[in-house]
């Protein structure tokens, strides 16, 4: 059974940081592309940045390019967002998601392309 467990979410200041963790297992990791995505109350899910394990490809949303960085242990099958300079608006559920079949592309902020997700975890930037 494919699993994806997220942590390392919490309450932090404006331009604090905060790094999250994608645990993934029952899949073969090595070929896998992982995704980001954050919803916040009243928003759509909004696709934030997509790695593609066999190469390492990233993609990053306009609006946290600069700030976050998406890498990957394929040895602990875990993808990880680090996420600088936070701000009030980045306040979201952050959730994983999995693509066993395609790397990263130019489509990866859509949420469709995903087949396995996480439960989610709450990040909340304060004034």
């Known amino acids: 059974e494919v699993q994806l467990v997220e942590s390392g979410g919490g309450l932090v200041q404006a331009g604090g940081s905060l790094r999250l963790s994608c645990a993934a297992s029952g899949f073969t990791f090595d070929d896998y592309a992982i995704a980001w995505f954050r919803q916040a109350p009243g928003e759509e899910r909004e696709g934030v940045s997509c790695i593609s394990s066999s190469d390492g490809s990233t993609y990053y949303a306009n609006s946290v390019k600069g700030r976050f960085t998406i890498s990957s242990d394929n040895t602990k099958s875990t993808v990880y967002l680090q996420m600088n300079s936070l701000k009030p608006e980045d306040t979201a559920v952050y959730y994983c998601?999995?693509?066993?079949?395609?790397?990263?592309?130019?489509?990866?902020?859509?949420?469709?392309?995903?087949?396995?997700w996480g439960q989610g975890t709450q990040v909340t930037v304060s004034k």
């Open positions: 998601a999995a693509d066993p079949w395609s790397p990263c592309s130019g489509a990866y902020y859509n949420a469709v392309e995903y087949d396995y």
